[in-house]
């Protein structure tokens, strides 16, 4: 199934040409890939074939399995066994006998060899059965503890009969995933000061949202994702070349959302808001090009090295995770981030942005805010995001001083990690984040 039937599509179902997040043994390893009758996973040391997840639901589990051809995944039918309350409640009762005391870990407890593994694999056994023979094979497992016999259990699942997550890549899952992996390729912006970010700029459906975008794509793919195929994006920059916006296409938008994100620099849309036609910029551009080298582009050639920098950015994206690069080359997601049209912006002139929003932890703060605030239309709210401090106190000093905005308030959202059967070491995790209502002043009032 191509991505072209974009209205016949069950967004709950994988198919050709989707991007999907695979969570490997329980978030051990998370994956971004394209499915693709010819897209591989190498999961430990096997590479297995991602076709069997085409067609499949988003949330199915699969494990790799051992067959003629080599591994492969097979589905996982989850079971309703053990769900008995009475049942449960005398397997506590037998446990509060057991402890770990007498345990001594001195690699004698296991009878199966390595030797007994590879035949039995070279048998066809699954990797179910290997590790049910390791655990009736072990002389202490039957003295441990519910709790150490669970764990035990899934150290061995983990090696021998690996698992995989089918995930749906949205806001949430994106955000986390690279988080965890990459931080540094989203600023360090948490799900949770995203989620503000979204509601302080009330992001809501047919809304016109201006975004400066200095994250990966995340804060447009988020923003698109909330508009739901309703309003625009404008993501905005600063310069000749736009900001890179790769992660937009793992969100798996369908043409119609793609045309809704456009892109516009900030040069044209401040002159365009002060009075300036677009033939007189054209004709400014050519004579300064004639008295001294061009310092701005043909739209034209910015959709050009637009198109250029998305490419060149697909192997740096392809080494880092561990998919083939063979599977970006079979099948490509609809594009986003056309230049806006002539339309657009003079709509967008007439009436203004409804919203802002800033990611942008490599600008200044003050200067980007105060270049764009007057875009916005009447009580229009913005949000910023920053991982430290004093930019955005800063920039909020200035704001109160200039009567630029009202409501103005800064904000630490963190998260804090509480220590876990799967947490060894808790962490807190800060941000900082402002938010306010713009207010036009006086003079523009007047004009």
Same mark, same amino acid.
Request: aromatic content about 8%.
């Given at each position: ?11 709950r ?22 499915l ?25 589990l ?27 409640k ?49 002389a ?23 698992? @995989?997550?089918? /995930?749906?890549?949205f806001?949430?899952?994106? $955000?986390? =995933? *690279?988080?965890?992996?990459? %931080?540094?390729? &989203? ?27 200095m ?7 988020? @923003?698109?994702? /909330? ?6 994006? $404008?993501? =905005? *920059?600063?310069?000749?070349t %736009?900001?890179? &916006?790769?992660?937009v296409r ?11 994100i ?9 002159s ?19 008295d ?11 959709? &050009? ?5 998305t ?51 490599e ?24 991982q ?42 800060a ?17």
């Amino acid at each position: 199934m191509s991505l072209q039937n974009d209205s016949t599509q069950n967004p709950r179902v994988t198919w050709e040409g989707c991007s999907v997040l695979l969570d490997i043994n329980d978030g051990d390893r998370l994956v971004f890939a394209r499915l693709s009758p010819a897209a591989t996973v190498k999961i430990g040391n096997k590479n297995c074939s991602l076709q069997p997840l085409i067609g499949c639901p988003f949330g199915s589990l699969f494990q790799v399995d051992n067959g003629p051809k080599g591994p492969y995944l097979s589905l996982v039918v989850p079971s309703t066994e053990g769900n008995d309350l009475h049942e449960t409640k005398e397997y506590q009762l037998k446990d509060e006998s057991k402890d770990n005391r007498a345990l001594v870990d001195n690699n004698k407890a296991q009878n199966l060899t390595g030797e007994d593994i590879d035949e039995m694999r070279r048998q066809g056994a699954t990797g179910e059965e290997i590790v049910e023979a390791l655990i009736s094979n072990s002389a202490t497992y039957e003295k441990k503890t519910s709790f150490s016999q669970e764990k035990y259990r899934l150290k061995k699942q983990k090696k021998y009969s690996p698992r @995989v997550l089918l /995930r749906r890549p949205f806001c949430r899952s994106i $955000c986390e =995933a *690279y988080f965890k992996k990459y %931080p540094a390729r &989203i600023g360090f912006l948490r799900v949770d000061t995203l989620s503000l970010l979204l509601s302080m700029a009330n992001i809501t459906a047919h809304s016109d949202v201006l975004v400066v975008d200095m994250v990966g794509g995340l804060l447009t793919g988020a @923003v698109a994702e /909330r508009l739901g195929g309703t309003g625009y994006v $404008c993501n =905005a *920059y600063l310069g000749d070349t %736009p900001y890179s &916006i790769d992660i937009v296409r793992i969100f798996n938008f369908s043409g119609e959302i793609c045309k809704r994100i456009v892109r516009s620099p900030v040069a044209g849309l401040c002159s365009i808001q002060d009075g300036v036609s677009k033939s007189e910029i054209q004709s400014n551009e050519q004579i300064s090009s004639q008295d001294s080298f061009p310092h701005s582009i043909s739209t034209e050639e910015t959709s &050009i090295s637009s198109e250029n920098g998305t490419l060149d950015l697909i192997p740096e994206m392809m080494t880092a995770s561990p998919t083939p690069p063979q599977v970006a080359r079979t099948c490509k997601s609809t594009k986003a981030g056309e230049s806006a049209s002539q339309d657009a912006i003079n709509l967008w002139k007439e009436n203004g942005f409804s919203s802002l929003l800033i990611a942008a932890p490599e600008l200044d703060a003050w200067s980007i805010v105060e270049e764009l605030l007057p875009l916005l239309s009447y009580s229009a709210s913005f949000a910023i995001y920053h991982q430290y401090l004093q930019p955005l106190a800063t920039c909020m000093h200035n704001l109160q001083l200039g009567k630029m905005a009202i409501g103005l308030q800064i904000s630490e959202p963190w998260l804090r990690e509480y220590q876990g059967s799967t947490i060894k070491n808790p962490s807190v995790h800060a941000d900082e984040c402002i938010w306010g209502v713009y207010s036009k002043r006086d003079k523009d009032l007047q004009q």
